[in-house]
């Protein structure tokens, strides 16, 4: 059984004014927006990932001796221009100035707050551009920026209206929507692939997040923490993400994905307007391109949501010819396959390469809060009322300690673990002094703790008995003889997953 295509129904003889002026609009926004953003423009991504497959074709031919090519040699030149061209090459100076080797949207911002300060009397500028980086993406460079898009957008569109007497636009309209669609599949494929990777996006709350106070967060530290609370959730959240860019690879499921990713990035949007995330932007742009893209199925949406009845089928094929369709498609899927490839590659050489974040990733084996229950210097106890007296001692990612005192006078350390010595060595971050070993005695205690799975309401309201871990530290600090009897802390946001609760915790 031969597959047929889809049939192209009849072009209108002609859309409505109002449909040619937004469609023209819409194609320029998109363009401006796309080819002016520093992460996903699309032509980049295509030659990053051309020159990530040549390089890696290089490697093989090297390796089993085919041939030797080394593509750097081109390849280095211009993708360091295209870095500087699409306005993400930054030389970062003291003080966090921008050098002379900028992008050009980094210089048409600062021009145009130059252009603002000359209309005012006093020579104030309208609005100030700082181009440094903070991983905002809605700074007032941003800001300045859409604006600019906009203003330019439809000024371009008055052009095109008035020298184009176009009726309609079904071709164009059918590659504007294949490279907008291609531009929110690499997109969503990022959001979902950084959930993926540690500490790319929402890892799990390091011991400075879990004590401090929940009044003390900032609403995107809320996000941040709830999310990196639950992997499995932050997992489900990125394959939803990447399920999206899946589904929008290929026009038969164009349609599912476009509400695939309608689905996910409302809830990113109200994520990021609700708790002041500050992408706002970025993802706003994606939710609308994302809608945008059902333009072409508006008559068969209406047929089946509204008036239940059937619905001819849409055809978004850019090209019929076969032998231009089949290496168009060929590019596609080599394209996708290869950003999949070169983003893993590089989450896993950063992970290798790059200590600070191999350190991040792993948690210590001591990781937790050790309460402090009994501390003595050079054998003497250090009463409860002593406002020196340590509250506890930390272990976090990172390879790093934490001690603070009663008074909340906070002492940080480098971490090296060597538990089959039975021995921890802790340096003074920033003394340039040598580490101190201390020496572990790992046990358990019995303590009264929360009942963390209660049946009836009177074991809702009481503690209960339980084997808790236990550490004795002995070592040196600041010329001192310290001993610390410690017992583990059991955060709340860490209880296990219950399929039967007899009450809310």
Not at 205 to 220: A, Q
Request: proline share 5%; hydrophobic share 45%; charged share 20%.
């Amino acid at each position: 059984m031969t597959d047929t295509p889809p049939t192209l129904p009849e072009e209108p003889k002609g859309w409505p004014a109002w449909q040619r002026l937004l469609f023209r609009y819409l194609c320029l926004h998109w363009l401006l927006y796309a080819f002016t953003d520093p992460q996903g423009n699309p032509l980049v991504n295509l030659l990053s990932v051309i020159r990530f497959l040549l390089d890696k074709v290089a490697t093989w031919g090297k390796d089993l001796s085919l041939f030797d090519v080394d593509l750097t040699s081109w390849t280095g030149p211009v993708f360091g221009w295209l870095n500087t061209a699409r306005g993400t090459s930054m030389d970062m100076r003291p003080g966090g100035e921008i050098g002379e080797d900028h992008g050009w949207c980094l210089q048409f911002t600062s021009w145009l707050s130059d252009v603002s300060a000359e209309w005012l009397s006093d020579g104030t500028p309208l609005f100030e551009v700082y181009h440094q980086q903070t991983g905002s993406g809605d700074t007032m460079h941003d800001f300045v920026k859409l604006c600019a898009i906009v203003v330019v957008a439809g000024m371009l569109t008055a052009f095109w209206s008035l020298l184009d007497r176009s009726r309609s636009y079904p071709r164009l309209g059918r590659w504007l929507h294949l490279l907008a669609r291609w531009y929110v599949a690499l997109q969503m494929l990022g959001y979902g692939m950084a959930k993926f990777y540690g500490m790319t996006q929402f890892p799990e709350p390091g011991i400075s997040g879990l004590t401090r106070e929940i009044g003390d967060h900032s609403p995107m530290g809320m996000v941040w923490t709830f999310m990196g609370v639950s992997t499995g959730y932050k997992y489900l959240s990125g394959a939803g993400e990447v399920l999206g860019f899946l589904l929008l690879l290929h026009r038969r499921t164009t349609l599912l994905g476009c509400f695939v990713t309608v689905g996910v990035m409302t809830n990113v949007c109200a994520l990021n307007f609700l708790y002041g995330v500050p992408v706002k932007l970025y993802s706003a742009h994606l939710l609308l391109i994302a809608v945008f893209l059902l333009a072409p199925f508006k008559e068969q949406l209406w047929a089946l949501f509204i008036r239940n009845r059937p619905s001819e089928p849409v055809d978004i094929r850019v090209v019929h010819n076969r032998w231009i369709g089949w290496p168009l498609a060929a590019l596609g899927w080599l394209w996708a396959v290869g950003v999949v490839w070169q983003y893993h590659e590089s989450r896993s050489a950063m992970a290798e390469n790059n200590p600070r974040f191999a350190a991040m990733m792993q948690k210590p084996e001591l990781f937790g809060l050790w309460e402090v229950e009994n501390m003595l210097l050079d054998g003497q106890q250090v009463p409860s009322s002593d406002s020196s007296r340590w509250r506890y001692l930390a272990f976090d990612r990172g390879n790093m300690a934490l001690a603070r005192t009663l008074l909340g006078q906070a002492y940080a350390f480098d971490l090296s673990e060597d538990l089959d010595a039975k021995q921890v060595t802790l340096t003074a971050r920033g003394s340039g002094q040598d580490g101190e070993v201390w020496t572990i005695e790992r046990s358990t205690v019995t303590r009264k703790v929360r009942n963390p799975a209660p049946k009836t309401r009177a074991d809702f309201g009481g503690p209960i008995d339980a084997e808790v871990p236990a550490i004795v530290f002995k070592g040196n600090w600041q010329g001192k003889a310290i001993e610390l009897h410690t017992v583990k802390k059991e955060f709340r946001v860490h209880d296990g997953f219950r399929l039967i609760r007899e009450f809310p915790r």
